[in-house]
């Protein structure tokens, strides 16, 4: 075989040229590529994070016991901030005047349940975190409730966090009791001492479905779902766009399955400790 005839000199610089316009093309989207992440990533110019959330939803202890609370304010709180790469300092503030610290500038955001028909604050924007849930019960799975009006007149026990629980618990005309952790109310449904614990629907699907609440597993129908927001003046424009970003890195269905399955493993743990004696009947 004859041997090929080497490249010319032009050949040569043309393909030179070729491969330095490549190299140089990739090395710019490399440099875009870092450049947006470095910007995602970049943390506020905050010295902190201020979060209001209201005084129940903080974690419960007795001093002898840490539980479990009820909803995943603080949770969430934590994980907002390390995600915007700041420090967080959670501030109690009742329900009704967080609106109005927001407007203050008391504090930078609020995580606050609300639901559809919630009435808008004006100069406050809300940003749902993507956790919703209706109230329901956990019940022994022989129970003969099938409708919330049956629990009229019984021990109906929830959490202190849990203001739609205690709602519902008042509008069916049953006997409220309010524990300061889930892990206590749903205790007293196993021990008997409480017909019904309301609490999260959403909650509650993922621990009922474990084998050992197999007998305490009999529910209602949801109530009217309640969305978990971060609250945010209009005016904090400086906040709102990596606030979006951060909410939506952290809210997949995939994160909140992951939280709800924490949870849930967590308070049956909880549960198992404090009962000191077999389950009722």
């Given at each position: 075989m004859r041997p090929a005839p080497a490249p010319t000199e032009r050949a040569l610089r043309k393909t030179l040229l070729l491969t330095a316009l490549g190299i140089g093309a990739l090395c710019a989207a490399v440099f875009v590529t870092m450049q947006s992440r470095a910007a995602t990533a970049a943390p506020l110019a905050l010295g902190e994070l201020r979060i209001g959330v209201a005084p129940a939803t903080l974690p419960v202890s007795t001093g002898e016991r840490d539980y479990t609370n009820g909803g995943f304010e603080a949770v969430y709180a934590q994980e907002l901030a390390r995600h915007l790469g700041v420090p967080v300092?959670?501030?109690?503030?009742?329900?009704?005047?967080?609106?109005?610290?927001?407007?203050?500038?008391?504090?930078?955001?609020?995580?606050?349940?609300?639901?559809?028909?919630?009435?808008?604050?004006?100069?406050?924007?809300?940003?749902?975190?993507?956790?919703?849930?209706?109230?329901?019960?956990?019940?022994?799975?022989?129970?003969?409730?099938?409708?919330?009006?049956?629990?009229?007149?019984q021990l109906l026990c929830t959490s202190a966090d849990n203001l739609g629980a205690q709602a519902q618990a008042r509008q069916v005309k049953g006997q409220l009791k309010v524990f300061d952790a889930p892990a206590q109310a749903l205790l007293h449904v196993r021990t008997g001492e409480c017909a019904a614990a309301l609490l999260d629907r959403s909650q509650l699907e993922t621990l009922l479905a474990q084998k050992e609440w197999a007998k305490f597993s009999a529910t209602l129908p949801a109530t009217e779902a309640t969305a978990l927001q971060a609250w945010l003046p209009e005016a904090r424009a400086d906040l709102?766009?990596?606030?979006?970003?951060?909410?939506r890195e952290i809210g997949s269905a995939t994160h909140w399955a992951q939280r709800r399955q924490t949870w849930a493993s967590n308070v049956a743990f909880e549960v198992y400790f404090d009962q000191t004696g077999p389950d009722c009947h």
């Open positions: 300092r959670l501030v109690t503030l009742p329900h009704e005047t967080q609106a109005q610290a927001l407007r203050h500038g008391e504090v930078d955001l609020v995580l606050a349940r609300a639901s559809k028909s919630a009435t808008a604050e004006p100069g406050l924007r809300a940003i749902d975190t993507g956790y919703r849930s209706g109230v329901s019960v956990a019940m022994r799975a022989d129970t003969k409730v099938r409708r919330w009006d049956q629990l009229a007149g709102a766009t990596p606030l979006q970003a951060a909410v």
